[in-house]
C-alpha cells in the first residue's frame, strides 16, 4: 500500500511542478540554515574524550585571602604550585597529572631547518595514560622522570614529520632551547575539542607539539603562556619567572573511576583546605567543587553564546518556512478536492486519503531535505572561512546528515497533517455534484 502512495504522491507533485518546487524551496532553505548552525552547536558541544571524560575530574580549592580582589563563591580555576604539587604527590585518585602550557624553541639538527617556536605543555607522567592519548612510537614518562626532572621528551606527529620526515624517533635528541633533550615518544594525530584540559590557552583547534616534564620545564626556564590570577603581594611572573605562592597558574585533573572515590577526594580536598587553614596558608573555610569534563566546559560556558543564538534563530526561520509549506500544501490539497471525493467514492476511506496525502507531503521534505543538505555543506564551507577558532570543525558528520533527513520529512510530515486533514473533510457527494 505504502508503494501505492508513493507512486499517487509522485504522479501528484509532477501536476503542479511551480508549487512543488516552492515547497521543496520553502523546506530546504529552513533546513540548510538551521543544519548549518545545529551542526556548529553539535561540533562546540561535543565530548572531547568520549567513554573517558565521565572519570576525569578538575578539583578546585580556594587559597585566596577574604580580601583579595578575586571575589566570588566559586574558588580559581586554577592551583598555586604548592598546592598543585602537594595534590599531585597525594596520590589520592586513580591518576593524577598537573601542567601549564608554554612555548619552546626547537633547534633542528638539520642544516636545512631553521630554529623554529611550538606550542609546549609541561606536565607530569599520568597525562598520557589518564587522557589516552595515542602513541606512533614508544610512550610517556613515568614518576621517576618527573622527580628527577630527567630531560626527555614527548612529541607530536606533525613535529615528528617536520623533523624526521616520519620516521621513528624515539632515542634521538632534540635540542629545545639551550639543552638536549631524549624523545621518548611520539604521538599520533590527536587534538581533542573543545580543549578542554586547559582552556587558557586555546578553547578550540588548539594542539601542543611538544610535552615536557613540569619540573624539567621549570628547571630548563621554558616560558609558560596562559593566565595567572593572584592576589595579596603576588605578582604574575614575566616570560621564564614563574608566579608568586600567591598565584594560581596551573591546571590540575585527576582520575576516579567509581562515584565512592569521587566523594572521598572530595571529602579529602575539605580536609586539605582544613589543613592549610590550620597552617596559616588558607583564611577562607574550605572551599572546593569537583567537576568532570563535560561538567567543567559547561561551568566555563565553552560554547560561544552567539553559536547558541545563531541556532535559536535559524529554527525560528524554519519555522516560518514550515508554516508557509502549510498554506501551500493546504492551496495544493484543496485544488484536489474532486480527485480526492472521486476517490472517497469509489471506496476508498478518509483514513486511505489522509495517508496518501501524508505521503505526498513527506515526499516535499525528502525533497527539500537532501536540496537542504546542498546548502547546509554551503554553509559550513562559508563558516570554515570565518577567522574564528573553532571555524575548521565545522563538518557535517553522519549522524547529523541522518538528523538533516530525518528532520525534513518529520517537519514536512507535521506541516501537511493539517492541509491532509482538511481536505479529507469535503464532502464527496457536494463536490462531485457542483463539479
Not at 137 to 147: H, L, P, Q, R
Not at 340 to 367: C, H, N, P
Request: hydrophobic share 45%; proline share 5%.
Amino acid at each position: 500500500m505504502f508503494r501505492y502512495y508513493l507512486d499517487l504522491g509522485l504522479r501528484s507533485l509532477t501536476h503542479n511542478k511551480v508549487l512543488t518546487m516552492l515547497m521543496v524551496l520553502a523546506i530546504a532553505v529552513g533546513i540548510g540554515a538551521s543544519m548549518t548552525t545545529l551542526t556548529v552547536l553539535h561540533v562546540l558541544s561535543g565530548d572531547p574524550l568520549p567513554g573517558r571524560s565521565g572519570s576525569l575530574y578538575y578539583p578546585q580549592i580556594d587559597p585566596r585571602d577574604p580580601t583579595g580582589t578575586l571575589s566570588g563563591k566559586e574558588p580559581p580555576t586554577q592551583v598555586t604550585l604548592i598546592d598543585g604539587l602537594n595534590l599531585l604527590r597525594a596520590k589520592r585518585a586513580n591518576r593524577q597529572a598537573l601542567m601549564r602550557g608554554g612555548a619552546v624553541a626547537v633547534m633542528p639538527s638539520s642544516t636545512g631547518l631553521d630554529p623554529f617556536i611550538v606550542e609546549a605543555r609541561y606536565t607530569t607522567a599520568d597525562f598520557f595514560p589518564m587522557f589516552d592519548t595515542p602513541f606512533l612510537f614508544g610512550g610517556g614518562w613515568n614518576s621517576v622522570d618527573d622527580e628527577a626532572k630527567a630531560r626527555v621528551v614527548v612529541i607530536a606527529r606533525k613535529l615528528n614529520d617536520r623533523l624526521f620526515a616520519g620516521a621513528n624517533s624515539v632515542g634521538r635528541v632534540l635540542r629545545i632551547g639551550k639543552k638536549d633533550f631524549r624523545i621518548v615518544g611520539v604521538l599520533n594525530d590527536w587534538s581533542p575539542n573543545p580543549h578542554f584540559y586547559d582552556l587558557n590557552t586555546g578553547d578550540y583547534n588548539y594542539a601542543e607539539q611538544a610535552f615536557v616534564p613540569l619540573l624539567t620545564a621549570f628547571d630548563s626556564g621554558f616560558s609558560i603562556d596562559g593566565s595567572n590570577d593572584c592576589w595579596g603581594n603576588g605578582t604574575g611572573g614575566v616570560g621564564t619567572t614563574l608566579p608568586s605562592e600567591t598565584c594560581v597558574w596551573l591546571q590540575f585533573w585527576i582520575e576516579l573511576d567509581s562515584p565512592q572515590k569521587v566523594a572521598d577526594y572530595r571529602n579529602f580536598l575539605v580536609n586539605y583546605s582544613e589543613q592549610q587553614r590550620a597552617l596559616g596558608r588558607f583564611e577562607r573555610a574550605p572551599n572546593v567543587r569537583l567537576r568532570n569534563v563535560m561538567q567543567w566546559l559547561d561551568y566555563n560556558q565553552v560554547v560561544p553564546d552567539d553559536v547558541r543564538l545563531q541556532t535559536g534563530l535559524a529554527f525560528g526561520f524554519l519555522m516560518v518556512c514550515l508554516v508557509n509549506t502549510v498554506g501551500l500544501l493546504l492551496a495544493k490539497f484543496l485544488r484536489r478536492a474532486g480527485e480526492l471525493s472521486v476517490r472517497r467514492a469509489l471506496g476508498a476511506s478518509r483514513r486511505t486519503v489522509f495517508m496518501q496525502l501524508i505521503v505526498e507531503a513527506g515526499l516535499v521534505g525528502l525533497l527539500g531535505g537532501l536540496l537542504g543538505l546542498g546548502l547546509a555543506l554551503f554553509g559550513l564551507w562559508l563558516v570554515r572561512h570565518r577567522p574564528s577558532s573553532y571555524a575548521a570543525l565545522a563538518h557535517l558528520d553522519v549522524s547529523m546528515l541522518a538528523t538533516t533527513l530525518a528532520l525534513a520529512v518529520g517537519a514536512s510530515v507535521i506541516a501537511g497533517l493539517l492541509p491532509a486533514w482538511r481536505a479529507c473533510q469535503v464532502a464527496p457527494a457536494l463536490q462531485l455534484k457542483s463539479q
